[in-house]
């Protein structure tokens, strides 16, 4: 059973607000600290997986975003 869209939508904002806070602290401690590194693979994971989710026709009203490459970017 498809979740409602709105539950995905929202984890993809979740997703993207957790990003967000990762490149907020800076290069230096994405250098720095292999957690850092880790939680920003499985953010982008997380994003990949939420695509898939959504129902085509999401998609397509929005033919400028790459969905395709946010799908394959949960294949690490």
């Known amino acids: 059973m498809a979740r409602p869209v709105g539950d995905v ?6 997703a993207v607000r957790a990003g ?31 695509v898939v989710q959504l129902p085509e026709e999401v998609r397509a009203a929005m033919p ?6 946010w799908r394959a970017q949960r294949n690490l």
């Not at 939508?9 to 979740?14: A, F, N, R, W």
């Not at 400028?64 to 490459?69: C, G, I, K, N």
């Open 9 to 14: 939508v929202g984890d993809l904002q979740e």
């Open 20 to 50: 967000a806070e990762l490149v907020g602290r800076g290069r230096s401690a994405w250098d720095a600290d292999r957690v850092h590194r880790l939680a920003g693979e499985a953010i982008i994971s997380r994003v990949g997986e939420a």
């Open 64 to 69: 400028a975003v790459p969905w395709r490459e």
